[in-house]
């Protein structure tokens, strides 16, 4: 089973918190390093994101996130043990999808293909599927959004996409969403077959985690998430240690 949930970041406060209360050590550095504010922003959320998923079994606790340490896989791909979980972001609106198998995932604002890019990034049949649909943008970016959703389900690499090299089955579910005016693509992609998949929106759902961030709550016990879920979190507070937690659409 596979979860996506939806983090429109236009609509959270900035700042939101200090990002000494989510990030741990590894990922304080590379926070860092990261050379704009809206960068910086965009890699907070989604660290806010995936350990409210994470945590939530256990009130998600503020005092927790630190010690929630995601590393870089064999394929390059963030990671955390007992966990399969992806992220996508497209400057505002942040995408993790979770679960309990392999999953990539990408979204994309709705964007314009040059003759270029269109021979660059797709096969003939592609083409030829954009260029006879009633919404070429829409279907090319898509197209691209399933592409890099593989990438990152196989972690062989867009290249290795675009090349048609990958010898393993891949199961795909995409379609569109309109998020802070805008309209956007999304995909989904697992080596197993993915179950009709919704995407959920992360606020009500985490509000109070949210909340708690802005005003230096540390303890959540008592609040309560409002919105309901299907998916449980992966992990309780002593699952993990101080070091690290080691369809296609019609058109």
């Avoid at 998923?53 to 007992?82: C, M, Q, R, W, Y």
């Avoid at 995408?95 to 293909?113: K, N, P």
């Avoid at 660059?120 to 943008?137: K, L, Q, Y």
Wanted: with cysteine; proline share 6%.
């Amino acid at each position: 089973m596979i979860e996506l949930i939806l983090l429109d970041g236009s609509i959270v406060d900035t700042p939101m918190t200090s990002p000494q209360r989510v990030l741990s050590r590894p990922e304080m550095e590379h926070y860092h390093k990261l050379r704009s504010d809206s960068r910086r922003r965009e890699f907070l959320l989604g660290r806010i994101l995936i350990k409210a998923v994470l945590t939530e079994t256990n009130h998600g606790f503020i005092s927790d996130f630190p010690l929630i340490n995601p590393h870089l896989s064999v394929t390059g791909k963030p990671a955390v043990v007992g966990a399969e979980f992806n992220l996508a972001h497209d400057g505002q609106a942040v995408l993790l999808a979770v679960g309990d198998q392999v999953v990539g995932v990408d979204i994309e604002r709705i964007q314009s293909f040059d003759a270029a890019m269109m021979t660059a990034c797709f096969t003939g049949a592609e083409r030829r599927r954009i260029v006879r649909s009633r919404h070429p943008d829409r279907v090319a970016t898509l197209l691209w959004c399933l592409k890099e959703a593989a990438a990152k389900a196989t972690g062989a690499g867009l290249v290795s996409e675009l090349e048609g090299s990958r010898k393993t089955r891949l199961f795909y579910r995409g379609g569109f969403l309109h998020i802070a005016g805008r309209d956007r693509a999304y995909a989904v992609c697992s080596p197993r077959p993915i179950e009709p998949v919704k995407v959920s929106p992360a606020l009500p759902r985490f509000d109070h985690v949210f909340a708690a961030l802005k005003t230096g709550i540390r303890s959540l016990t008592t609040i309560p998430s409002r919105a309901p879920h299907s998916m449980p979190a992966v992990f309780r507070r002593s699952a993990y240690s101080c070091e690290s937690i080691s369809t296609h659409n019609s058109e």
